[in-house]
């Protein structure tokens, strides 16, 4: 029987860390921004198969590069000399790829139609980041990318899409869709009644734990 | 794999039949009591064997042994989808302390089953569909926490549930959950290789030199990691496994290696010569240690690495049905030393 309450008590263990942790952060949170949400950022709930959550989904990169992602942000954030050269270039046969590398990331919202998120600033660490009441910090992953012009789609006889400059994005964020809880997802779903775009809008507080926490304090 | 008291019970049975088989043509006449004196012990052997757990004393009864493993394994999956999804589909409905309530408590739940099922059913097939199942939930358990409190994935819970299967693995003798458990510490160690290179967690998995090293932990476990005989062979076999998978892949694709902001080429050349080492070596190790599954996984492994090879250099310079026909001759010289190999082998015994 040993086995099994040692296996048990893993179990409590591993519980006990996550709840007490995330109830501490909870209790004092830092700092607040207060976000639109439309329809298309709510995932699952009710009887959906996927948990109810916020989708934060970053904009394509579209803007101009934001602080921390020059040539001293990405060497901060570890990246080869070699890759950090290459940005705003062509590829060429000896450039490689790098790993995507962990940073932290402000986001804000964008006045767009869709009210997708921007970073606006990275950082190696957490409180190189500055704040404001409009914009949220989560984790993130930065990597490269390569731009593109042409016409998009499936490349067909005439339409050649062809390879741009190098350039390094967020390319994730941790995490990327924000829990919701039973009444929550309850009013959203039933105040933001249109399936796609932002023609109806309701505003959520977003928190910001003091140790990297993040969740959706209220909606209304 | 057949445990050490299988192996025994196997050799009893296999060793009435061949004396039966003498004595009927004539080679040998054993005096009754003689015979006697050996049936009693061999009787109460088999006894003893199977007070231990349920052994296999006919061809029909391991038959009938494999058919129950495939159904541990089917039942396993079946009843985690089933757990996952029943999740899945009323996470929506319910308020935190039920949602808390839901994850929590079956990985408890189900490890006191375990020690109930291993109790009650000497089998283990049961047992080990239990604390398999209660591992997944563990995982479910962990991965919903996370969800829940928007927390960072994270290594930690490779580990958390690599060591709970571990626990209930070694605890009950089941190997279900004990592959389970190399699994997830061995992703877990695999992981740790991104922390020295300022990586994600996750993206330590596009790294191949941490697994190589979690592949040559996991084949010495046995020497230094004491539990029931029957665990030797898997934790031999998915160190080797990976060990060869591991090599396979950088050899042919530089990227995967933690060196590869230097010469790709150079490490290439380097991973295909340690390569021809150690699957040379796991051969010869196999052989000389009388251990089959790794000789097995040894020579699958320096087959396909010596067909790569071929391909490398002979591919564009040789017309296709030329290059196929080298490959057969290839294969052909291999079985050539393989039997020449067993035939020494056969010979020294």
Redesign the interface.
């Given at each position: 029987?040993?086995?099994?309450i040692?296996?048990?008590a893993?179990?409590?263990v591993?519980?006990g860390i996550?709840?007490v942790s995330?109830a501490r952060e909870r209790a004092a949170p830092a700092t607040f921004a207060t976000i639109d949400v439309c329809a298309g950022h709510l995932i699952?709930?009710?009887?959906?198969?996927?948990?109810?959550?916020l989708n934060l989904e970053v904009a394509p990169e579209s803007l101009s590069t934001p602080p921390g992602l020059d040539a001293a942000g990405l060497r901060a954030?570890?990246f080869?000399e070699?890759a950090i050269a290459a940005v705003g270039k062509q590829r060429d046969s000896t450039f490689?790829w790098p790993?995507?590398?962990?940073a932290w990331v402000r986001l804000r919202q964008r006045n767009d139609s869709l009210e997708r998120w921007a970073a606006v600033e990275v950082a190696p660490r957490r409180e190189l980041l500055g704040s404001d009441s409009a914009s949220i910090v989560v984790?993130g992953?930065v990597a490269f990318r390569e731009s593109w012009s042409g016409p998009p789609g499936r490349p067909v006889a005439g339409r050649v899409r062809t390879p741009g400059a190098i350039y390094p994005a967020v390319a994730e964020l941790?995490?990327s869709?924000?829990?919701l809880?039973?009444q929550q997802?309850a009013f959203l779903r039933a105040s933001l009644t249109d399936t796609a775009g932002c023609a109806t809008k309701r505003q959520a507080l977003i928190a910001n734990g003091a140790n990297g926490?993040?969740?959706v304090e209220s909606v209304r | 794999m057949p445990s050490a008291d299988q192996l025994r019970a196997s050799a009893i049975i296999a060793f009435r039949e061949e004396l039966a088989r003498l004595e009927a043509e004539g080679v040998v006449a054993l005096d009754p009591a003689t015979r006697d004196r050996i049936r009693a012990h061999q009787d109460a052997t088999l006894a003893a064997l199977a007070a231990g757990g349920e052994l296999d004393l006919s061809a029909t009864a391991a038959r009938l042994s494999a058919g129950m493993r495939v159904a541990t394994l089917l039942g396993t999956i079946a009843l985690s989808a089933a757990y996952g999804f029943f999740v899945s589909s009323h996470w929506g409905t319910l308020t935190l302390p039920l949602q808390l309530a839901l994850v929590g408590l079956p990985p408890v739940l189900l490890a006191a089953l375990t020690h109930v099922a291993a109790v009650r059913e000497r089998s283990g097939y049961v047992a080990s569909l239990i604390a398999t199942v209660a591992a997944i939930a563990f995982a479910v358990n962990l991965g919903t926490l996370g969800q829940l409190y928007n927390l960072p994935d994270s290594r930690g819970a490779l580990l958390a549930v690599g060591a709970f299967a571990m626990l209930l693995a070694y605890g009950y003798g089941l190997t279900l959950p004990l592959i389970v458990g190399i699994g997830g510490v061995g992703g877990w160690l695999w992981t740790l290789g991104a922390i020295p290179l300022g990586l994600w967690w996750r993206d330590g998995f596009t790294v191949v030199e941490p697994v190589l090293v979690v592949g040559l932990l996991a084949l010495t476990a046995p020497a230094w990691i004491r539990g029931p005989a029957k665990f030797a062979n898997w934790w031999r076999g998915m160190g080797a496994t990976v060990l060869v998978l591991g090599l396979l892949l950088v050899e042919s694709n530089g990227n995967l290696s933690a060196f590869a902001t230097t010469d790709l080429h150079a490490i290439e050349v380097a991973y295909k010569l340690l390569g021809a080492v150690v699957l040379t070596g796991l051969v010869v190790w196999g052989i000389r240690r009388d251990q089959r599954l790794i000789m097995q996984i040894g020579t699958a492994g320096a087959v396909f690495y010596l067909f790569m090879r071929l391909v490398d250099w002979f591919w564009e310079l040789l017309p296709k049905w030329l290059f196929f026909l080298l490959v057969g001759a290839f294969a052909l010289a291999v079985l050539l030393v393989l039997r020449r190999l067993r035939r020494v082998r056969v010979e020294a015994r």
């Open positions: 029987m040993k086995w099994a040692g296996a048990i893993l179990v409590v591993a519980n996550v709840l995330a699952g709930g009710g009887t959906s198969d996927e948990p109810p959550a954030l570890g080869a070699a490689r790993r995507p590398r962990p984790r992953l941790i995490p869709q924000l829990h809880d039973r997802m926490g993040i969740w | -």
